[in-house]
């Protein structure tokens, strides 16, 4: 089945007047970090998506021509997939915040700072699961960009690490591992191929808590700051940067994700400003 595709529409129909692609990707790290793949020419993203049964990932590649109501989705290496398996990709809209709520809050806070709208500001990318986002925004802590970089791309490289078939690496497509993969995987195994220091307990404690409650999904559903906020710091290893830029990605604005880099570019920036 190599080098067929298939093409699956998202409507954004209703979205048309907020929505670009390339502003709904490109506006915080995240959209570096492996596996999102972003290529400037063709302003398109790729990266594998998980079917329905949460195991198997496909390689999709998203793009959208300005003015079209429709997002192209391209599934690579397969003809056909069940109804199931194309609405679970389909759930990428939460990456790229399609929905009529992320829709109302672009526009509110479009009407607040004009300049955001001039820019086509508003849509923060993220991740198509919770647990990727928070997963993400501990290995941006006590860490270079790069090293974050590095152990993103070794998380999605774990399971064709430890596959011991070769035909089924073949088969594999290399995404950010879900709460389930780690605890199997364990601990030893994932300090052991991806080198996060102490983040790797924090990283296990948090897959562990996620597959014996569905703590994720209540996170997912709470739009309160303060409860949010207090589910996080039940997990060890999330400060309030961590916090913060989870929350961020949940639409939660109210605490700003600030570190020491953030401070000194503010610093530059204001300083530059104040000699003008």
Known sequence: SKN?????????????????????VCNH???????????????SLQRPLRLMDQCCSVMVTISHLPGENNLHVHVHDVQLLSLEDQQAILALSRMLRISDEDENTVIEFQ????????????RIFRSPSIFEDAVKSLLLCYSSWQRTLKMAKSLCGLKLQLSRSNRKKQQLVGNFPT?????????????????????????MKLAKKVEKN??????????????????????????PFSTATTLMCMGIYEKVPTDTETKALLKQVLSTLCTI
Not at 4 to 24: D, G, H, Q
Not at 111 to 122: D, W
Not at 194 to 199: A, D, I, Q, T, Y
């Open 4 to 24: 067929k595709r298939m093409l699956l529409c998202l409507s954004v129909e209703k979205y048309k007047s907020t929505f670009n692609l390339e502003k709904a």
């Open 179 to 203: 709460s389930k993969e780690l605890v199997e995987i364990g601990e030893t195994n994932l300090q052991k191929q991806c080198r996060l220091g102490m983040r790797a307990g924090y990283i």
């Open 29 to 43: 790290g995240f959209f570096m970090m492996a596996p999102n793949k972003w290529n400037p020419s063709t302003k």
């Open 111 to 122: 009407k607040l700072y004009p300049e955001a709208k001039e820019e086509g500001f508003g």
């Open 214 to 239: 569905s703590v994720m999904e209540k996170l997912e559903k709470e739009k309160s700051c303060w409860l949010a906020y207090s589910i996080l710091d039940e997990f060890k290893g999330f400060g």
